[in-house]
């Protein structure tokens, strides 16, 4: 097998990231792709995707006024639970 990629961009970063790790450039490569694959697999799984929403509502929350934090809506109703 071999990969043979003409980019002298490509080929400078791949061989500076390989000469601050001490490792081979083939190992700097493999790595990389292996993170970017893994992120581009979580992104279709959905995981990103609940985890970006949850962040979303957590910055949401933190925004609201003070005592804004609960779904309680007891005013609303009367005491037979029907609306107002």
């Keep these: 097998m071999s990969l043979n990629i003409k980019n002298e961009e ?4 791949a061989a500076e990231l390989a000469a601050i790790r001490g490792v081979s450039m083939t190992a700097v490569v493999v790595e990389v792709l ?4 893994e ?3 979580g992104k279709r799984t959905g995981k990103r995707t609940v985890e970006g929403m949850l962040e979303a509502a957590r910055r949401f929350r933190e925004g609201l006024p003070a005592g804004m934090h609960s779904s309680d809506h007891n005013d609303l109703y009367d005491e037979n ?3 107002c």
């Design 39 to 41: 992120a581009e697999r």
């Design 34 to 37: 292996r993170k970017e694959l």
């Design 10 to 13: 490509a080929h400078k970063m």
């Design 81 to 83: 639970g029907l609306p």
